[in-house]
Every structure is written in structure tokens, then in C-alpha cells.
């Protein structure tokens, strides 16, 4: 099949092509032209600013896609920027479980409707959420639901994760550096950044309409992440209210996802703890 991924060059973007690549599709990517990467295998560039309906134009009007991966729809505006000027038969969207109005364990697709929401057209806001809830529903402006995807991740962590969510906690413990944790026993969810990539990449060939949930199976408690990079580190954690504040703070509740509806389109994922203790070990 003939696929655009928009920002298919960073992060998680990574797997998502060379796992449509290892599945023989025709892959073009559009980005900003900043970085190029050795990908298994041949793939088209074009460069664009896709929050610039104009510079959009310039790159793809009158091309049509089998389908479409956008990784960057941070807003409503950035959706019209894209799909106004170039087509395709289906559109897979990288959303977020920041979407969900509710914080609880076992978060299932049909706590936030897509099609419910109020529209507004807006550029990319502070306001994460609602911004991202606007770029879901923008959509639906351009494509029939049937033929759209919003895949809601949690947390992305892994070895390239450039935000340093996790090495948070390991280079406080090593360095002896305090730090506010506000609830150390919440439960969350996480996916690994392949993982992340390759089931965006599995949508192309086994759709699902509407919104689909990612994530490892089982999660983790914040305590358990210190525990383990304290006993690697042989240090202590210095907690105190007064100290950086972590990054998984603000959480009133557990935070874990359903991924039954992925099941039911013959995706399994990963046991979190097939990954996340390794991951701290190479962390540290």
C-alpha cells in the first residue's frame, strides 16, 4: 500500500516505518527536512510544515494515500492543515489517553466519543488535553468515522524517550538529589516505544474503526520503579515535599487502560515486565 506517516523520524515514528517497510509498503514520510534516518529500507521524503495549510499544499496537493499515519496531530488546526489538502482511505491517528476525561483503572475507548465532542478549531494549546481532543475530532470534518483511527497510548517510555520521564527518578537516586513524589503506590500503564511504533504500523493492515487503546499488559506502582533503582544504585531515595517534582505527579488514582478492543483485531501486547526492569538497568 501506498502510506504518508507525518513525523515518522523521531522516537517511536521509527518502528512505525520500518515495520511497514518489513511488511513491503510503499512508505513516504513528511517532515521539516531536519532529519534523515537509516531506516530498513527505501523511503520517499517530502518537507513540510504541516501546521502551514499552505506549505501542506506545496507538498501534497493532488497526491492521494492508500493511507494516512499522522504521529503529530497535536490540534485541530494541524488536522485541517493536513487533510484539506491531500486525500486518502483511511487516516491513523497517534491520539493520547490524555483524552479521557477520568482518571481509574481499566480505561476502556467508549469514555471519551470522539463524534460527542464540540469542535474547535484551535492551534496547538497548553491545554494538552483539550487540544488533542479537538485534533480527534477534526477529523471527522474530513473522513467518515469507519474509515478513521485513534490509537490512545499512555506513557511512551524506551531507550530513546527524549522527554527523561524515567531517568527522572534514577539520576535523583544516583546523584542524591531530593524529590517530590506525591503518591508513591499509583498504578499506571505504560507502552514500550517499539511496541508503540509497530502496532500503529499492524493498523494498516488490520483496521479498526474509531478509537483503540495500547498499552503493556499489567502496570507498575511508582514505588516499584524506586525500589528497583535503589537497590541497582545501592542508594536511597531522598524524598521530600520540598524536592523536584517528579513526573508522574498530579494523579489522583490509578491510571490503566482495557486493551480488549486491540485483542478482538488480533494484537496482543507485551507483559510491562518483560521490558520495564530492563529498561531502568539501561537506564542506569
Known sequence: MKILVVGGTRYFGIPVVNALLAKGHNVTIATRGNVKVDFEGEVSYVVLDRMD?????????????????????????????????????????????????????????????????????????????????????????????????FVRY?????????????????????????????????????IHEKEAGEFMAYLVDHPVCGAVNGCSNGDIRISEIISCAEKKLDKKAILDENGDAAPFNGLKDALTFSTEKAKEAGYIFSDLNSWIYKLIDYEI
Not at 476502556?108 to 469542535?119: C, G, I, R
Not at 527523561?164 to 542524591?176: A, D, P, Q, S
Open 154 to 190: 499512555p506513557v511512551v517510555l524506551g531507550e530513546n524517550d527524549y522527554t527523561g520521564r524515567l531517568r527522572f527518578y534514577i539520576e535523583h537516586i544516583k546523584n542524591e538529589h531530593s524529590m517530590n513524589v506525591d503518591d508513591l503506590d499509583v498504578a499506571m500503564s505504560f
Open 53 to 149: 495549510s499552505s506549505s501542506v499544499k506545496r507538498a501534497l496537493d493532488n497526491h492521494r494515500f492508500d493511507v494516512i499515519i499522522d504521529k503529530i496531530a497535536y490540534s485541530s488546526n494541524d488536522v485541517k492543515a493536513l487533510l484539506e489538502n491531500v486525500s486518502c482511505d483511511r487516516y491513523i491517528q497517534m491520539s493520547t489517553c490524555s483524552v479521557y476525561p477520568c482518571e481509574h483503572a481499566g480505561i476502556t475507548e467508549d469514555e471519551f466519543v470522539t463524534s460527542e465532542y464540540p469542535l474547535e478549531w484551535m492551534d496547538r494549546i497548553k491545554d494538552y488535553e483539550k487540544t488533542k481532543r479537538n485534533a480527534e475530532r477534526a477529523v471527522l470534518e474530513y473522513m467518515d468515522l469507519s474509515a478513521c483511527t
